[in-house]
């Protein structure tokens, strides 16, 4: 699965972004994709993800209730939706997928084993 992350940007706080992941090489439909991001200086951390196995979606507190993750099978992406942005959400966020997760595992970094590469969102206060 080759996965293509576009979106990004410069926005103010308060300001919405919508990113996408496009998968190419396999179909999205079973797999569970999710949203990582990184900070400079900071540790990868999750932001949200979509279960492939009936499409439950999960969480950061630090995002919850902001942004909104889906998935569209006729068009092989996954969607991040982030409204009412602010400074601490300044950080590339990359998508990963992997098809054979477990709810407890949807949160784990290493678990993906396909990434793609990562688009920069800038948010200015």
């Known amino acids: 699965v080759q996965l293509q992350a576009s979106g990004g940007g410069l926005v103010q706080a308060g300001d919405s972004l919508r990113l996408s992941c496009t998968a190419s090489?396999?179909?999205?439909?079973?797999?569970?994709v999710a949203w990582f991001r990184q900070a400079p200086g900071k540790e990868r951390e999750f932001v949200a993800a979509?279960?492939?196995?009936?499409?439950?979606?999960y969480y950061a507190q630090s995002v919850q209730g902001r942004f909104t993750i889906s998935k569209d099978n006729a068009k092989n992406t996954v969607y991040l939706q982030m409204n009412s942005l602010n400074s601490e959400d300044t950080a590339t966020y990359y998508c990963?997928?992997?098809?054979?997760?477990?709810?407890?595992?949807?949160?784990?970094?290493?678990?993906?084993?396909?990434w793609g590469q990562g688009t920069q969102v800038t948010v200015s206060s």
């Open positions: 990963a997928a992997d098809g054979r997760l477990i709810t407890s595992e949807i949160r784990n970094g290493p678990a993906y084993d396909y």
């Open positions: 090489g396999r179909t999205l439909r079973f797999y569970s």
């Open positions: 979509v279960k492939g196995n009936g499409g439950a979606t």
